[in-house]
DNA sequence: CTGTTAGCGCCTTCAT
DNA sequence: ATGAAGGCGCTAACAG
C-alpha cells in the first residue's frame, strides 16, 4: 500500500481513502491511485483490514449437508443478501457431523467473521451457544431461533402437510395415504399433523391411512410402492402423500412398474420440490420451501443483528411452503 | 492474549507458543496457561494471526456448482486431505457464473487464503490467472491445469466411456447406442471417442449409432427413451450408453414406461454414479468419477505448491474413473 | 524454557 | 483534501 503511495506520489492515508471513502478524496488524485493500483496489482490485505477495522465484510455459513438443494437454495438467498450489503459468503460442509460442525463454527469466530449462519444438524447447538457467548451472532437456518438467544428462520411444516392433502381432497381423492418416517423426525411429524388437519376438516368424506417408512429415500418409497401395488385394488389408496420426494420418486417409479397408473389410478405427491419430483416420467406434485426467501431472510437477521446501530430482537421468522401442482395429481376421472 | 497471559502469570509470548508451539513449554505452565484459555473463552483471532505469521492456514475452494455431487464429493475429499494438514477448507459457490468466480476468487486472494482450488466454469481463466499473479497458487479441478502455470486434476473421460462401451459388449450387447451432447461438450466428446474405441476394437461385431442430446438432462433422457419405445423392435438398439446419469435416469423410465424391459431388452448404463443411477426403480450402472480422491490430489498438489521448502513442478494429473455394474446391464438371456 | 520487542498491513483520528 | 502517528492482536526472533 505505501508502494501504492509513492506510485501515485500521495500519502499512505490517501490510498486508504480512495478505497474506503472514495467521496472523501478529489477526483483527480482518486484516478491517479487507482491507476497505480492497477499498475502495480495491488491487492488489499482483507486481513489487515479487518484486524484494523475491528469488522470482516464476511458472514460464514456452516451448512449440515451440502447435497440437500433446499440448502443450496438458501445459500444462494443467503448470497444474494449478502452481496447487496457489500458483504461475502462463506461456506463449510459439516456434513451431518457435528465435530465437523463445531470446528467450522470455531473456524469462522476466529477469522473474526461478520456473524455465522448456521444449518444445524439435530443435535444440541453448544458450539453455536459457545461462538454466541464471545459476541458473535449466530442465526439458525431451518431451526428455530433459541428464545432469547438467537434468531431462526423456518418453514411451516405443518401448513405444507395441510396444503399437500387439501390438494389432494380437492383433486377428488378420499383414500388417502401418509408415506413417511421415522416419525420421530420433527418435519414429518407435522407434515403429518397437517395431513391429519386436512382429513379431519373433511368431516368424514375422506381416510388417511398412515405407513410408516423407516428413512425417506428412493429405495424406502420404492418399497412403499411395491407394497401398495401389491394390494389388492379395493385395498389401495386414491391418493397418496409421500412427506418427502425422494419417497415419492420411488414410489410413483414402483406404482408404474406394477402396472398402475399414476395419477389415474393413484395421484401421488412429495414434498421438498428436489428435482426427484420434476424429473420424474410422471411429474410429481409436490411442496416447495421457499430457499432462496429463507436465505435472504437469515442473512437479513444476521446483518441487523450485527449492526449495531440497529436494535434488535431475537424473533423466529417461520415462512410459508407452497404447493407446486404437476401431472401425477391431475384430478380424477 | 495479554489477558491470558496476566490470569496465568506468565508472559505473553509464553502464551503463543502454547497455542503454536506446545513443545517448547513445561508441561505445567502449559496446563495453566489453557487453563485461564477456558476459563476466559479466549479464541485466537486468526486475522492477527494469519497478518503476523504472514500466511494462513486455510484453503479457499471456488466451485462451480455446488448442486452438483461430484464436486461435493471432491470438497470433501480436499477438506479431508487439509485437515491432515492441519488446514480449513472453505468453500464458495461461484452458481456457474463468472462473474461470481472471478469475486470469489478475489475475496480469497484478499483473505490471503494459503491457496486456492478452482473448479471453473468453461470460460477464460482470467480470474485465476490474475490471482496467480500475484503469487498465490490455484490448483484446477475438474480441469486440466494450464501448462508450466498451474496444476490440475482431471478424469480420463475417455477411458470412462471406454469401460462402459466395453462393459455393453462383454454382456452380449452389439446393436450399440450413445445418446449425449452437445458433443461440443469435452466430456461428452471424449466419453464417445472412448465408446468409439472399444466398438472398434470388436472388428465389426457390433456397431455404434450416436443420438446427440441438446442436453444431459433427466427430460432430455426421457425424450429419448420415448424415441426408442417408438421405433420397431428390429430398430432398438440392445444397449444404450448414456453420457449422464440423468439422461440414463430419464431414459430408463420412458422405456419402462414404453412396456421395455431393461435389461432383459435393452441394457442401459450411465456416467457419473450420481444418485441417480443407484435410486431407480431398476438401479443403473454407470462409471464413476473418484471425487473424493480427486480433491485430495487437489489439495496436495495445492499444499505441495505452497510449502517453499519443496520444490514443485507444475502438473496434471489424470485420474481413473471407474465401472459399477448394476441390474440395468444384466447379461441378455 | 521464559520474557521482551519489533513489526505484519491497514484504518483512523488528528492536525495541517 | 491531505499527511503523520498510534494501535488492532498476534508471531517470531532474540536475549536472559
Redesign the interface.
Known amino acids: 500500500m505505501a508502494d501504492v503511495a509513492r506510485h501515485a506520489g500521495v500519502a499512505l492515508g490517501t490510498v486508504s481513502n480512495v478505497i474506503n471513502n472514495p467521496a472523501k478524496v478529489a477526483e483527480g488524485t482518486r484516478l491517479r491511485v487507482l491507476d497505480s493500483i492497477a499498475a502495480l ?1 495491488f ?9 484494523a477495522a475491528g469488522s ?1 465484510n ?1 458472514l460464514g455459513f456452516v451448512i449440515v449437508d ?2 440437500n ?1 433446499l440448502f ?1 437454495d438458501i ?2 438467498g443467503a ?1 444474494k443478501a449478502a452481496g447487496e450489503r457489500d458483504m ?6 459439516s ?1 451431518v457431523d457435528l465435530d465437523s460442525q463445531n ?2 463454527l ?2 469462522f ?4 467473521v461478520s456473524g455465522i449462519l448456521l444449518a444445524p444438524l439435530d443435535a444440541p447447538l453448544d458450539g453455536a451457544a ?1 461462538v454466541r ?2 459476541g458473535r451472532a449466530v442465526v439458525l437456518v431451518n431451526w428455530p431461533g433459541e428464545p432469547g438467544e438467537s434468531c431462526g428462520v423456518v418453514v411451516d411444516e405443518e401448513l405444507g402437510g395441510y396444503l399437500a392433502t387439501r390438494h389432494l381432497l380437492d383433486s377428488g381423492r378420499s383414500r388417502l395415504l401418509f408415506a413417511g418416517g421415522p416419525l420421530t423426525l420433527h418435519a414429518v411429524e407435522q407434515r403429518y399433523a397437517g395431513a391429519r388437519r386436512a382429513v379431519d376438516e373433511s368431516g368424514g368424506a375422506a381416510t388417511l391411512e398412515l405407513l410408516e417408512t423407516d428413512r425417506l ?3 424406502a418409497g ?1 418399497r412403499v410402492g411395491h407394497e401398495i401395488a401389491g394390494r389388492s385394488v379395493d385395498d389401495r389408496p386414491d391418493g397418496i402423500f409421500a412427506s418427502a420426494d ?1 419417497l415419492a ?2 414410489c410413483v ?2 406404482l ?2 406394477g402396472g398402475i397408473n399414476v395419477p389415474a389410478d393413484i395421484a401421488v405427491i412429495g414434498y421438498d420440490n428436489n ?1 426427484f419430483a ?4 410422471v411429474p410429481i406434485s409436490t411442496v416447495g420451501q421457499p430457499g432462496i426467501e429463507m436465505g435472504r431472510i437469515a442473512a437479513e437477521l444476521l446483518l441487523e443483528e450485527t449492526d449495531p446501530s440497529q436494535p434488535h430482537s431475537h424473533r423466529t421468522v417461520v415462512t410459508e411452503p407452497s404447493l407446486i401442482v404437476r401431472a401425477s395429481t391431475k384430478p380424477a376421472g
Do not use: C, F, M
Open positions: 496489482g491487492v488489499r490485505n482483507n486481513l489487515a483490514r479487518s484486524l470482516a464476511t451440502i447435497g438443494s443450496v445459500a444462494r448470497q461475502k459468503l462463506l461456506l463449510a460442509n456434513d470446528e467450522y470455531d473456524l469466530d476466529e477469522a473474526r459457545k457467548s464471545h429415500t428412493v429405495p420404492l425422494a420418486s420411488g417409479q414402483a408404474i412398474y428435482h420434476a424429473d420424474s416420467v
